[in-house]
């Protein structure tokens, strides 16, 4: 609503400054030949045509936009479509702002002989302001390299900076990735374009899960298989994909098992990492007690035994 108010009111003020010159010539005003006055006017009108071009562009994005739901699931497409759309707005808006503040300087005769004097006889100061603005200039780049090579899209889940979330904005100079606990991780668009960062939902948003679980030498296999097997089928967290259990490692006392396991996108995934770890754990705790790590130390002598000493670590 507020954006039909705002372009409603830009036509409307257009249409006043357009309709002030023909009107003035008629009423035979004083003022109307003020230098002054021709400024403030030629100026307004520069501003409010870029404003309301500006609202033009906003709201064709809109309309374009709200077709493609982000909040659906299978939203690649929808996603792919706001980053390219809302990108790109910026982009047009920062040309239409540049525009009209240039087109605004120019029609002050003053203020342009005088920057026309200062450029002419000042080529250093030319030099150090490119120097200067050499940095805005490539995150400005950035930007647009990102709308257009698109290596994340608008909620895509990243591990960036060892922190794991997911795009929220994306500007032309600055990209806003929302952390799991709901902070933000703020950094320029240059950043993704010069350092490695993990895309998670880069062409699906499923993902697969690890669970790593220590245990002694004498657990079974076959049991730990048939008990995950049975939770992932008891838990909706599970997309029925992926249900592996793997000895990866053999160490001197414990023995390293491996479990994968895949999910619609990665929040859920983490839950059914979580789920499967403590399940697990507590399986092997109340049906095989004797298979939790153990360190095992001989004494030689006449009453030779082996001695058991429980270690707290079961799982990573």
């Keep these: 609503m507020k954006k039909h108010l705002r372009l409603i009111f830009s036509i409307c003020l257009l249409l006043f400054l357009i309709a002030i010159d023909p009107s003035l010539k008629l009423w035979d005003a004083?003022?109307?030949?003020?230098?002054?006055?021709?400024?403030?006017?030629?100026?307004?009108?520069?501003?409010?045509?870029?404003?309301?071009?500006?609202?033009?562009?906003?709201?064709?994005?809109?309309?374009?936009?709200?077709?493609?739901?982000?909040?659906?699931?299978?939203?690649?497409?929808?996603?792919?479509?706001?980053?390219?759309?809302?990108?790109?707005?910026?982009?047009?808006?920062?040309?239409?702002?540049?525009?009209?503040?240039?087109?605004?300087?120019?029609?002050?005769?003053?203020?342009?002989?005088?920057?026309?004097?200062?450029?002419?006889?000042?080529?250093?100061?030319?030099?150090?302001?490119?120097?200067?603005?050499?940095?805005?200039?490539?995150?400005?780049?950035?930007?647009i390299q990102i709308a257009i090579t698109q290596p994340f899209r608008v909620d895509d889940a990243v591990l960036v900076e060892n922190e794991w979330g997911w795009i929220e904005e994306i500007n032309l100079t600055y990209i806003v990735v929302r952390i799991w606990d709901k902070r933000r991780l703020v950094l320029p668009s240059t950043y993704f374009l010069e350092k490695p960062f993990q895309n998670w939902t880069r062409t699906t948003a499923d993902i697969i899960g690890s669970v790593f679980i220590y245990t002694d030498y004498t657990i079974s296999f076959d049991a730990l298989r048939t008990e995950l097997t049975r939770l992932l089928e008891s838990t909706e967290l599970w997309d029925k994909k992926v249900n592996v259990l793997q000895v990866t490692d053999a160490k001197q006392s414990t023995l390293e098992i491996r479990i994968l396991v895949s999910a619609k996108n990665s929040p859920t995934a983490w839950d059914l990492r979580v789920f499967i770890r403590e399940k697990m754990i507590e399986f092997i705790q109340r049906n095989y007690p004797q298979s939790l790590p153990k360190t095992r130390v001989m004494l030689e002598g006449d009453k030779a035994a082996h001695v058991f000493t429980d270690t707290p670590s079961l799982s990573e």
């Excluded at 497409?77 to 300087?105: P, Y």
């Excluded at 100061?125 to 200067?132: A, E, H, N, T």
Aim: aromatic share 8%.
């Design 30 to 143: 004083p003022f109307q030949e003020l230098s002054w006055f021709n400024i403030i006017r030629k100026g307004l009108l520069i501003a409010c045509t870029t404003w309301l071009l500006i609202e033009v562009v906003s709201k064709l994005k809109f309309y374009l936009l709200r077709r493609f739901d982000i909040t659906q699931e299978d939203n690649l497409k929808s996603r792919k479509l706001h980053t390219q759309i809302n990108l790109l707005e910026k982009v047009i808006v920062f040309l239409i702002l540049l525009i009209g503040l240039g087109l605004i300087l120019m029609s002050i005769d003053s203020i342009r002989e005088i920057g026309i004097g200062i450029f002419a006889s000042a080529g250093v100061v030319g030099i150090i302001i490119g120097l200067s603005a050499q940095k805005i200039v490539g995150a400005l780049l950035a930007g």
